[in-house]
């Protein structure tokens, strides 16, 4: 489930599961990371029992989490993060936690997944259609939600400190690798929505070596 609290999809289900029709972004609720998502988040830190510590007298509270070890983050334009996400629901395999901070999405992908797409990114093909990423590995960090957000409370702590769109709900929740989030990147920049706003779709191919465009490739994506 997204949250660990609410009945929807889990992180990482297979082809096929869709969000029920639900907005998750902008359900109003009471959101929490697992004790089990807790551990997998706190497991990126150097002192993963400082952190869990800080996380039970200060639920409400933003963390910095060094990225490369755990995971790596690729920070997209909320609007552009939303078709992605979108396409990773119905056109490939699901995603892992993500999170919505300070007008940015934040999709964890496995480790190395961030360089990988810098540099895949650097084709000139896709560069003209996919807005600028920020690819965040080994040796960057950024800042994650709160564990627990109350989101209907005006007075909480939290507000304003981001929020899980995605919540972590398991210690080994599966995570895109970069081929993945590249194919969603493009699919959700070729969307007719993307289209609407002007965006001028690129020719197609060549795609790397190793690499197979997903429009030829029928099924589901399969993660890098």
Do not use: N
């Not at 970069?178 to 969307?191: D, E, H, Y």
């Amino acid at each position: 489930m997204l949250s660990g609290k609410r009945g929807f999809p889990s992180a990482g289900h297979g082809p096929g599961v869709t969000l029920l029709h639900v907005d998750i972004w902008t359900y109003q609720s009471v959101e929490y990371v697992t004790v089990a998502g807790e551990v997998w988040l706190a497991s990126a830190s150097e002192y993963p029992r400082s952190m869990r510590a800080l996380w039970e007298s200060r639920p409400w509270a933003p963390s910095v989490l060094p990225c490369g070890r755990v995971f790596d983050v690729i920070s997209m334009p909320s609007v552009f993060g939303r078709r992605v996400l979108d396409e990773l629901w119905t056109s490939g395999p699901g995603c892992g936690p993500v999170a919505l901070f300070r007008g940015r999405t934040l999709l964890f992908v496995q480790p190395g997944a961030a360089p990988r797409l810098r540099t895949l990114l650097a084709w000139e093909e896709w560069a003209r259609e996919v807005p600028p990423l920020l690819c965040h590995g080994a040796g960057d960090a950024v800042t994650v939600p709160p564990v627990q957000r109350m989101v209907d409370a005006p007075d909480s702590p939290g507000q304003g400190a981001g929020r899980w769109i995605v919540a972590p709900d398991t210690r080994e929740p599966w995570l895109p690798g970069a081929a993945t989030v590249l194919w969603a990147c493009v699919r959700a920049s070729r969307s007719p929505a993307a289209q609407a706003g002007g965006a001028t779709p690129a020719p197609r191919g060549p795609w790397p070596s190793g690499l197979v465009d997903p429009e030829d490739e029928p099924g589901p994506l399969p993660s890098a």
